[in-house]
Nanobody
Framework: QMQLVESGGGLVQAGGSLRLSCAAS????????MGWFRQAPGKEREFVAA????????YYADSVKGRFTISRDNAKNTVNLQMNSLKPEDTAVYYC????????????????????WGQGTQVTVSS
């Protein structure tokens, strides 16, 4: 089982930036796609961004497109989420997720596709 640990959350004013990181450890897959999800109070968890093993393919939810950037460093087994121009509606617990893949260009965008999850990190954006 792969372990995922998120970091980098915190409190920021609207318009500010935060950079989330997720470190994978344990029995890491030989190739794995990764993604970020978030869950706001009283709402269901929703997809934010995804990245293929190669890092060359990324996909974003419409709500964050142009503001968030997902990237990865396979040598360090980490994935990052750079969040700019943050809005109060971005307030949520952010989770990273991973799933093995046979193709370096694959990515996933639904919760059911991912088998490994982190514990989450809180992001709060004040107005």
């Amino acid at each position: 089982q792969m372990q995922l640990v998120e970091s980098g959350g915190g409190l920021v004013q609207a318009g500010g930036s935060l950079r989330l990181s997720c470190a994978a450890s344990g029995r890491t897959y030989s190739m794995y796609a990764m993604g970020w999800f978030r869950q706001a109070p009283g709402k269901e968890r929703e997809f934010v961004a995804a990245i293929s093993w190669s890092g060359g393919i990324t996909y974003y939810a419409d709500s964050v497109k142009g503001r968030f950037t997902i990237s990865r460093d396979n040598a360090k087994n980490t994935v990052n989420l750079q969040m700019n121009s943050l809005k109060p509606e971005d307030t949520a617990v952010y989770y990273c997720a991973a799933e093995s893949t046979d193709y370096s260009g694959s990515y996933f965008i639904t919760e059911a596709d991912f088998g490994s999850w982190g514990q989450g990190t809180q992001v709060t954006v004040s107005s």
